[in-house]
C-alpha cells in the first residue's frame, strides 16, 4: 500500500518556490542537468541475491556537489533519493509510519558514515562529501519548506530501534555502507538482498532534493527537505516495480 501522505504533498513538493531558511542552497541546484531525472530503475540480480537501484539524469550524476557552510547549523544536503512502500522494519528500524527511502547523498560539512572510509584514505572522519548511502524514514513536517523531514525520536526513547550501522543521531537514518557508484549519467547503490529483508516485490520512485541540518533550531527539523528538483514519475506516485 501506497503512503497517502506523499500524493497529499505532490503540490508542495513540485511547486515549492521560496525556501525560508534555506540560506545555504546553491542556485545551481534549481536548473542543473545533473539534478534533473531522466529514468529511473531497481533491478533484482537473483544469482548473487542483490538489488541495484539507479537514477540516470540529463546532466552528469554526481557531478553537482553543495559547499560546504562551515558550521552544521543550515549545513547543505545534496540527495539522490529513492521512495519506496518498504516497511521501515525491512531495512532494521523498529515499526514506525512514514516513507522509507533509500537515499544517496553529499554534505561536505560532516562525516556520518563513521564506520566507513568511503575515499579510502583511512580517515573515516572526512568522507561526507563522497556520495554514499542511508536509509531514513521521511515524514511530513510543515517546518520545512519541501513538506518533509526525516523522522526524528527523543534521545533515550528505548523503544526506537536503529540498525547498529546508524551514525548516532536521534532519527530514523541508517548509514549502511552500501557502495555507491556515478558513472556518466547514472549513479547506481548496490544493495544485497537481506539487508531488505529479502524483499524484491515494492514499488518506488526517484527524487533528486536539497536538505538542511537544523541541530539547535526547533523551528526546523533536524534534517528537513528544502526543495525538490526532480521526480522520476512526476507526480510522487510510485509507480515502478523491481526489474527480475
Do not use: C
Amino acid at each position: 500500500m501506497k503512503n497517502s501522505f506523499f500524493l497529499s504533498l505532490l503540490t508542495t513538493l513540485t511547486l515549492t518556490a521560496a525556501f525560508a531558511q534555506g540560506e545555504n542552497e546553491d542556485a545551481r541546484f534549481k536548473n542543473s542537468p545533473d539534478l534533473a531525472i531522466d529514468k529511473v530503475e531497481a533491478r533484482y540480480d537473483g544469482d548473487l541475491e542483490l538489488l541495484i537501484f539507479s537514477i540516470h539524469v540529463k546532466g552528469e550524476a554526481g557531478k553537482t556537489q553543495p559547499e560546504p557552510a562551515g558550521q552544521m547549523a543550515g549545513a547543505p544536503v545534496l540527495g539522490y533519493v529513492f521512495p519506496t512502500t518498504l516497511k521501515s522494519t525491512d531495512v532494521g528500524f523498529s515499526e514506525t509510519e512514514g516513507i522509507v527511502a533509500l537515499a544517496l547523498t553529499s554534505h561536505p560539512d560532516f562525516d556520518d558514515t563513521p564506520l566507513w572510509d568511503e575515499n579510502m584514505d583511512r580517515d573515516y572522519a572526512n568522507d561526507g562529501r563522497v556520495w554514499h548511502a542511508h536509509w531514513v524514514v521521511l515524514r511530513p513536517d510543515e517546518r520545512a519548506p519541501g513538506g518533509l523531514s526525516v523522522r526524528q525520536f527523543e534521545k533515550g526513547d528505548t523503544t526506537v530501534i536503529l540498525p547498529p550501522t546508524n551514525p548516532g543521531m536521534p532519527m530514523f537514518m541508517d548509514s549502511p555502507g552500501f557502495q555507491v557508484v556515478t558513472k556518466g549519467n547514472r549513479i547506481s547503490v548496490v544493495v544485497p538482498a537481506y539487508r531488505m529483508n529479502g524483499k524484491t516485490d515494492f514499488q518506488y520512485d526517484g527524487v533528486t532534493a536539497y536538505m538542511e541540518v537544523n541541530p539547535k533550531n526547533p523551528d526546523f527539523p533536524l534534517l528537513g527537505v528544502y526543495a525538490v528538483y526532480s521526480v522520476a514519475s512526476g507526480g510522487l506516485s510510485l509507480p515502478y516495480t523491481v526489474n527480475k
